[in-house]
Every structure is written in structure tokens, then in C-alpha cells.
């Protein structure tokens, strides 16, 4: 399939809707192809564009474009595929301040005060309004670079795609790394009442921390699958055989006496398996109704540029604008801390 660039930068955009879309056809130029066979004919295109040392000179700024392209509409979708359970993932232009509508419930209007934290990068934390009925999510880069080898090239032992899923992969480990540590600020910030640290679960005291929470809207409660696989009735004799095989089959309660259990997916620091991404200790129980606690913003297009090394190598950097905030509604903000539970393995 010989494409120009009008139809490569099409081709780049069908197969990111193809990754939300695995089971509809698209239409490239004249052809209709599958959803897998979109994807796989974008990794040949965009390898062999850069298939030698002299098709990646000649082909530089367009092998760019379409990883910009790619970026672009591919991350937000896979953010919104792995955290849309609790998370509003929107997109914003450049230049455009990032501004979310946030839906309150009537009981928190009349009890709640409503607040919010943005969690910066490198740990950075700070405080921004909430103005009205709108939450404004400040931006920040985020990315990284890869040194391309001109003889990993020459060989044929690197090729595009794999630099553009790395920093793909690299890039939605980024941003989950910035909603643990919002899914973190939340624990100083609320109150004596709304919190217990127990060295096990207790089903008496999490269906305290869920009255207090329900007198705000019908909470949810959002925890590591380690943290729901403890959450057992304390006498299980009376449990029906339905509920059993939920157990033996998910290892955990997907509904807790009614309340919602969302699985925050973990992850790890690095390729040690050391330290987890998201603290097991802690379940957040959360007054949401229809408002997710965690807002993501994109702000503009990813952005790709290279630098000749003296040495021959090439360095790839690349970075997108993204913006991560906590919605809190301190009032009604719970956290059960089961000690036994580690961040460590």
C-alpha cells in the first residue's frame, strides 16, 4: 500500500480509533480494512519509513508526524481504557486552559466544602480553585527521550514502532504514576473521623467509613485487587453459594452490601518488581454519584524532535502536556489503612 502524507497522517488517526474500536473497519484512502489489520499496516508504514539509515533521513520529519499524530490520539484513549472507571479524561487545544465541569450532588452542596488538590511532577504539590461549578487543571510536560544508535539502525536491530511504544508505554506509566499520587493527597486531607487504621479488614469498620460517606451520595470504594481480596465477612457461614463462587472466581467482591468496588490497576517503580506504584494499604471510599474523583487533562499535541549526537547516535525526544487533580469532597472523603497490606514486595 503506497500512501502519501495526507493518507499516512489518515492512516496514523484510523488506527488509533481502531485501538478503542477492535471490532469496527475503517476506510484508508480506498481500501476498508479491519482493526487489526489497520494497526499492523501502521507499523509497516511507519518501519519503512525508517527502514535504513537513508530512508530515515529522507523521511525524518514525516516519521515524526506520525508518531505526533499516533501520541496524540492513542494516549488519551489508553488512559481512558485502563482508568475510565474513575477518571474524567478530557482533551483541551494548546494554549487552552484545561477546565472541568464538575457535577455536585444536592446533599454535597448543602454539606460539603469542596476542594481540590493538583499533584505536581517530581512530587510537587499545590493548591488551585475550584471556581463555582468549573475545577481548573493546570498542565505540565511530560516525556522522554531515546538514544538511536546508527548502527541499530544499519543492522535493522531497531526499528520505529519500537521507539513509538515505548514511549507510549513509558508515557501511560507516567500518568498513572501522577493519579497515585493523587489518589494519595487524599489521605491528610481528611478528617479524624473519616479514616481508620486497622492491621487487618474489619467489616465493622468499613461499614462505618460507608455510613459516613452514603450521608454524602452512594459511595464507591476504589482499592488494589490485594486490598479487595481481604474484604470477607467476618462470619462467613451464612454466605450464599452465588457469593462463593464471585469469590473463587474474581477473588473479590465486585459490590460490597451494595456499594461498587473499583479495582485501581497496579502497577510497579521499575522492572525490579520492588515497590508498587499504588499503596495496597489504602481503599478510598468515595461520595462520587456521577463524578469521578480523578480528572486527566490534555493540553494540545505531543510533540517529537531529534538531535544529532557527534558520536552518529540520534536522540528522539518527545513530550505531551498533561494535567492531573483530585476532586475532593472533604466531608464525605473516606480511608480504610489495612497495615498487613505493604507497597513493598
Known sequence: MA???NSLIELARASAKASLNPSMTFTV???????????????????????????????????FTLMEVGLTEVLPVKVLQRYGDF????????????VFRVRISEASKKRAKQ??????????????KLDGYTLEVP???????????????????????????????????????EIAKALESMINAVGAHNVTHQSSFKETEMDKLLSVADAYGRATIYCTFEFAATMLPSDASWASNTMKEEIW????????????????????????????????????????????PVKVAFEGTAQVKSFDNRDWSNEIQTYQKVGVATYLMHPGICIYENTSLSKNM
Open 3 to 5: 500512501l502519501d502524507k
Open 29 to 63: 484512502g480506498d481500501q476498508k480494512l479491519s482493526a487489526s489489520a489497520l494497526e499492523a499496516t501502521f507499523i509497516k508504514e511507519l518501519n519503512e519509513l525508517g527502514k535504513d539509515t537513508q530512508s530515515f533521513r529522507d523521511n525524518q520529519n514525516l516519521i
Open 115 to 128: 476542594f481540590v488538590t493538583k499533584v505536581g511532577l517530581a512530587g510537587r504539590y499545590e493548591t488551585f
Open 139 to 177: 498542565t505540565s510536560a511530560i516525556g522522554g527521550a531515546a538514544r538511536v544508535e546508527w548502527e541499530e539502525l544499519l543492522d535493522g536491530r531497531i526499528t520505529m514502532n519500537d521507539y513509538y511504544s515505548l514511549v507510549l508505554e513509558g508515557m501511560d506509566e507516567a500518568i498513572y504514576r
Open 87 to 98: 477518571a474524567d479524561i478530557q482533551t483541551y487545544a494548546q494554549g487552552v486552559t484545561p
Open 249 to 292: 472466581n474474581n477473588g473479590y467482591f465486585a459490590n460490597y452490601k451494595g456499594h461498587r468496588v473499583i479495582i485501581l490497576p497496579q502497577s510497579f517503580e521499575d522492572e525490579t518488581n520492588a515497590t508498587k506504584v499504588i499503596d495496597p494499604r489504602y481503599a478510598y471510599i468515595l461520595p462520587t454519584g456521577t463524578e469521578k
